[in-house]
């Protein structure tokens, strides 16, 4: 492998990803600068510089190419027309507008998986009444109904047990495509992160068991609670997607495990929120791997140190101050990360800790002590800026 030329690395998107992916990549010596509408964000406050503009600020989005060796973004709702721009001007995005376009449209998404073989839910796209009539007459409810693109954390979801519900759903949706999706019930969502490099090499982290609050990921398990043989199979399922994809950079595949098999959910072509438990129980994390396989760097197997629960700390809207943290951090086995967000609006991801345990019921008792600890109240007079 020749030397590498990435020096600068530029973020689409500052949230919490973006942030731990930036540490990551300070840690390792690169110069990051990051690209969000809010000041002050989450990746802004620990980034070299942050651009405040818009996603679709093609001047802005210019310049983010211009000060950068290799652009990465965070999160995928962002407007496929800018890495497009930064592709027709000759930059290097990872991954590829190709694949953004893919991961961005849950029709062209769920197409492409059935077309490599990979198992997904009967589903049928809907953009007006002639094919939602034609889906339900080839899918059976439950099902659901899915816009088809800009949805995240079970936003843009609904539920139908009948025709009634459904067409309610298409009415609700105002005339945006749709994906219309056989109700899975599953026992478990798993997920595996990968990461490929240009080179096509490839590597899988420890596959992660999530549960959800309201759509918004709660705990995530490692490693999950599945038989040795279905680990194997949704592993090699995510390296296929990569591999077919030709993904550069890390990326997660989740999946609805159902009478000990798997139906692939979706693929997010970025670090993921499954995957943040791999700062403190990997050998490398997903952030060191994505920076890897962007800056084309050798990839390595990542190894468990052992079981992990990782808890999101969720706002309730109730306060902007976190208690409890004192007592929290008594635990010796026990990680905290805070992404310096400042109001704690409902389900909003404030932070995580992740808990590392020999054994996984010792790991899973401490994670739920610990969440019982936490509670937002409103905000002391004291700890604001003094007079
Ligand atoms: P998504 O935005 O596709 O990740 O969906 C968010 C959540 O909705 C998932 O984590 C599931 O809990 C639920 N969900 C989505 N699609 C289905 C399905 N076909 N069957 C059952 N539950 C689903």
Not at 15 to 21: A, D, F, H, I, T
Not at 61 to 89: H, K, M, P, Q
Not at 193 to 218: K, M, W, Y
Not at 238 to 251: F, P
Request: negative net charge; proline residues 6%; hydrophobic residues 45%.
């Amino acid at each position: 492998m020749s030397e590498p030329v990435v020096e600068r690395i530029g973020v689409l998107g500052g949230g919490q990803l973006g942030r731990m992916l930036t540490l990551e990549a300070k840690r390792m010596g690169y110069r990051v600068v990051t690209l969000e509408p809010l000041p002050n964000s989450p990746c802004g406050q620990v980034a070299d510089e942050q651009i405040v503009a818009a996603y679709d600020d093609l001047r802005a989005i210019g310049e983010l190419g211009a000060r950068s060796d290799v652009v990465t973004y965070e999160f995928e709702n962002i407007a496929l027309e800018s890495v497009r721009a930064l592709e027709s001007d000759g930059r290097l995005v990872r991954p590829s507008a190709h694949v953004l376009r893919i991961a961005q449209d849950r029709i062209l998404e769920k197409t492409f998986l059935q077309e490599i073989g990979a198992p997904v839910a009967p589903f049928a796209p809907v953009l007006d009444e002639r094919q939602l009539d034609e889906a339900m007459r080839s899918i059976d409810f439950p099902a659901v109904l899915k816009t088809a693109r800009g949805g995240y954390d079970g936003k843009g979801q609904w539920v139908a047990h009948s025709a009634g519900e459904a067409r309610a759903a298409v009415a609700a949706a105002r005339g945006v495509p749709l994906i219309f999706e056989r109700f899975v019930p599953f026992e478990l969502e798993v997920s595996v992160i990968c990461a490929r490099g240009s080179d096509g090499d490839a590597i899988s982290f420890p596959v992660t068991e999530n549960q959800h609050d309201h759509g918004v990921l709660a705990t995530t398990i490692v490693p999950a609670r599945i038989s040795r043989a279905l680990e194997r199979e949704v592993r090699e399922i995510a390296l296929r997607v990569g591999e077919k994809l030709e993904i550069v950079g890390a990326y997660c595949v989740e999946f609805f495990v159902v009478d000990g098999g798997a139906y692939v959910n979706e693929i997010a072509p970025r670090v993921h929120n499954s995957g943040h438990y791999s700062l403190d129980a990997t050998s490398i994390s997903q952030y060191e791997a994505h920076v890897r396989a962007i800056c084309d760097l050798p990839l390595v197997e990542p190894r468990l140190f052992a079981p992990a629960v990782m808890v999101n700390i969720l706002g309730t809207g109730k306060g902007d101050h976190l208690e409890g943290i004192a007592d929290l951090l008594r635990d010796p086995d026990l990680k905290l990360h805070i992404y310096g967000k400042r109001h704690a609006a409902l389900r909003r991801k404030m932070g995580h800790f992740t808990v590392v345990d020999p054994r996984l019921e010792t790991a899973l008792a401490k994670a739920e002590t610990g969440r019982a600890l936490l509670s937002w109240t409103p905000t002391r007079p004291l700890q604001t800026a003094p007079v």
